[in-house]
């Protein structure tokens, strides 16, 4: 800002320098006007100068009239020096376009960035203010008080061609330590709180949503459910206290059902309100018990019979081993990869919401003839499907497995893998007829499918009965 526009207490200041510019012009036209005066008083010509100086003086005013009409000029300044503002902006907005970098009203990229500093006034000034020297704008900003200092949460817009690595150099010498950055996405622009009740409210509707809800409240992180007794072991797991343990990139959680959730982040420790959230959620999950989605669809195979599609949990523990109990010991033997007689004691585990996800399909008269599972195995997801032998070549597989990948679509899974036998052609095809692209490994007969999820499948592959459909639901609600 210049010295003739400053202003004090709403009135422009003028420098001391410009009064005395404007005196020494004042003396120097008088002088002026006084040697004309005595040229034309006394001299021959006096009267001819005066009129040819007035006709010059008129010709160049036409002259400068001419010229602002054609060319323009910019826009007239006030009395105080500056320009006036062009009609229909605020005022400020073009001089900060003009002085803004090229970086910054160009292309963009969200960051979110962890970094600790000293609990003491200034600190988040000087992170700021480092931030603010390499154009990064920020977006939200969460702190989290340890007893070793602060650590500050930044979501940030930041010049597309800045490293990374600039900005924690930057944030080092404003005094962070232990800076953690990485890319972010529109869905991190969600404030926190708003974020939270989502995935509350997710959980009040499945039980099978906490480790998801886990998942998207702590970023990439692996979560495991261990059971109080696992199958096959004669011991009780380590549980965890009620109010839950964490120790710096691990935090234990008491289950609902006795067990305990185990979530590991190796690359960035887990602050206490993180801990604090996740036991909310926890706790709320315990509060509101099993529970499980109420939909159900009814399908008509090709050969006419109509079935059941609905979610399943412990309370299907009964109709589960009912069907076990006529199935064949070669298709438990491809379902389990093991002894035959170990296969019931997997089912409470497999049913259970707290490990994914259990369809069952069920004949008119009830009964269970066919089981697809969708497991959450820490970071990854595994599918395993079950049909009794009378109901097999159907299409009952791949309207299971249809509709589970479907579901680990929704669930942001990445993939999801199948562990059989290289003998099962059945789940082989119905893997093929998912359409997706698969990955094959082979190691002493099991054979182990990955199916990358790069476009959501169709969910269902047999005809919808929608009366029965639309009949099933008003019974529900009666």
Sequence with gaps: MSDVTRAKHGRPVHHWRRD??????????????????????????????LVISSVVLAATAGFHTWWARRHGHA???????????????????????????????GATVLWRMR????????????????????RVDILSLQTHPLA???????????PAELAASEMTRALSLAGG?????????????????????????????????????LRQLLGRCTIRSLPARSPGSSRAEEGAP???VLEDTVMRLRAPEGGVITVERPYLPFTPTEFARARALVELDARLGPRIPLSQDMLTLPEGNA?????????????????????????????????VGDADRYLNHLLSPRFGRTLAVQTASGRVVGLGHLLWDGDETEIALLVEDDWQRRGIGGELLGRLVTMAVEAGCESVYAVTQASNTGMVAAMRGLDLPLDYQIEEGTLVITARLDATPVTSRLPYDQGHRQAQKQGQKK
């Excluded at 229909?88 to 907005?93: D, E, F, I, T």
């Excluded at 070793?148 to 930041?158: H, K, N, P, S």
């Excluded at 609905?310 to 070669?330: G, T």
């Design 20 to 49: 005395v510019v404007e005196l020494a012009a004042l003396f120097t036209a008088v002088a002026v006007a006084d040697a004309v005066a005595n040229l034309i008083g006394h001299g021959p010509d006096g009267p001819a100068l």
């Design 75 to 105: 826009p007239p300044a006030d009395d105080t020096g500056t320009r006036t503002l062009a009609v229909g902006r605020p005022a400020g907005q073009a001089d900060r376009a003009q002085a803004m970098p090229e970086a910054v009203t």
């Design 115 to 134: 970094t600790t500093v000293k609990d003491e006034p200034g600190s988040l000034a000087a992170l700021c203010t480092a931030l603010a020297h390499q």
């Design 148 to 158: 070793a200092g602060t650590v500050d949460e930044f979501l940030l817009r930041a």
């Design 177 to 213: 330590t232990g800076t953690w950055i990485e890319r972010a996405d529109a869905h991190d622009l969600v404030d926190a709180p708003t974020r939270v009740l989502g995935l509350a409210t997710r959980t009040a509707l499945d039980a099978a949503e906490l480790p998801l809800a």
């Design 242 to 244: 009620v109010e839950g």
């Design 307 to 339: 079935i059941t599609v609905r979610r399943a949990d412990v309370s299907d523990l009964d109709a589960a081993k009912a069907m076990h109990e006529r199935c064949s010991s070669s298709t438990l033997n491809m379902r389990y990869h093991g002894p």
